[in-house]
């Protein structure tokens, strides 16, 4: 792993962050993750574009785009193989002159095996997993990110890969650390970013390579009777790209072909340049 703390070079053990940075005390940075394909990180604007309008919404001071691209070129020279590159903002605390932190560290992607892309994964719907539009900072990238730990704990305690939030509905709208989606008769349906997803950047993607294709493409919560239903489960983030889903809950969904879902998962990985075979080939 290379580890840059505001622009400078560090090992894991030789920096600290003050415990009254805002950060530790209330949780108050913003971060992006991404992946880099060989040497070149995936649609970094639209990440950076991302973080800002969090930092805004967080109060935490902007450093600048040209700031963070310089210290991500940095963080990725001579990185081998694709990476996991993670940009963090602190916000400090201005009441007590502490100043606001940049965090930027590269390491090896760390991505499911063949068989998860090849047979598909399981998932669970976790109700205490609530997305609410109204809540605070419901669709950024924040500190505030316990609730979605915990429940991929509990997920992969239970033997799956991703827990399912609902909304106070009871409709189903994303997984806890990535967008979910479903092939829904000829549809493809995502929940809309009013409904206080976190628009991620992947999940854009794919939408603009659905509608490329011809696919017709609907932005609205999934009943859980929909997506029991559907012909193909995905869920979608920067470092697993495009994973199927088998089970849901114990229950098996589609045909375990995954036609859709690879025929999007190729697109997004020829735009990106991604060198190498399909993650369920390899």
């Known amino acids: 792993m290379k580890l840059l703390v505001d622009g ?101 992607a760390v991505v499911p095996a063949r068989h998860a892309y090849e047979r598909g994964v399981a998932v669970v719907i976790d109700a205490a997993l609530l997305v609410r539009p109204e809540a605070y900072f419901a669709a950024l990238k924040w500190g505030g990110y316990g609730a979605h730990m915990k429940a991929l704990e509990r997920a992969r305690a239970g033997g799956a890969e991703e827990a399912l ?30 409904s206080g997803v976190r628009a991620g950047i992947t999940r854009a993607v794919v939408l603009d390579r659905a509608v490329a294709r011809g696919v017709t493409v609907r932005q609205s919560a999934i009943s859980l009777r929909e997506l029991m239903s559907a012909r193909e489960v995905f869920v979608t983030s920067s470092i697993r790209e495009l994973l199927p889903v088998a089970r849901i809950d114990g229950v098996a969904v589609g045909d375990g072909r995954f036609e859709l879902t690879r025929a999007l998962h190729r697109d997004l990985r020829v735009r990106a340049c991604a060198a190498g075979p399909m993650p369920w080939e390899m």
């Open 165 to 194: 939030a609902v909304d106070s509905a009871g409709a189903v709208v994303e997984g806890a650390t990535s967008n979910l989606f479903a092939l829904i008769g000829a549809e493809l349906v995502t929940a809309a970013e009013a």
């Open 8 to 108: 400078n070079i560090v090992s894991n053990d030789s920096w600290t962050l003050s415990p009254l940075d805002r950060a530790v005390l209330y949780g108050e940075s913003a971060f992006e993750l991404l992946r880099v394909y060989s040497g070149r990180p995936f649609e970094l604007g639209l990440h950076l574009d991302c973080l800002g309008r969090a930092c805004a919404q967080l109060s935490i001071p902007w450093p600048g785009a040209e700031v963070l691209r310089a210290e991500v070129a940095t963080a990725i020279d001579g990185g081998a193989g694709d990476l996991a590159l993670r940009v963090q903002l602190t916000r400090g605390n201005p009441a007590l002159e502490i100043s606001p932190r940049r965090v930027v560290s590269a390491s090896a």
